[in-house]
Nanobody, 121 residues
């Protein structure tokens, strides 16, 4: 069993910053890509950013230059530094990890429980 535990959400004024963390634990052989998604009220869940095991990053256009994803492979943890936050960034943020469970076992995607980020204008 693999668990992703998120932390760091909260309420912040527009222009402020928050840092999200997501730690993976359990029967992990290795972790491939990790990422962050978000879901605003009444909208579908969308990709925010991903990072490969080698550190290659991808960002959705709306967060480029404001958000930074990073990971600590030794701690099986991914981070999301969010700067210059806007009201439209308000959403529940979900951590995702593509996890190798071992030889001859298909990798699986796991999700965190979600953490609320609210940006006031």
């Amino acid at each position: 069993q693999v668990q992703l535990i998120e932390s760091g959400g909260g309420l912040v004024q527009a222009g402020g910053s928050l840092r999200l963390s997501c730690a993976a634990s359990g029967s992990i052989f290795s972790i491939n890509a990790m990422g962050w998604y978000r879901q605003a009220p009444g909208k579908q869940r969308e990709l925010v950013t991903t990072i490969s095991s080698g550190g290659v990053t991808v960002y959705t256009d709306s967060v480029k230059g404001r958000f930074t994803i990073s990971r600590d492979n030794a701690r099986s943890t991914v981070y999301l530094q969010m700067n210059s936050l806007r009201p439209e960034d308000t959403a529940v943020y979900y951590c995702n990890a593509h996890v190798d469970l071992g030889p001859r076992i298909s990798p699986r995607n796991y999700w965190g429980q979600g953490t609320q980020v609210t940006v006031s204008s």
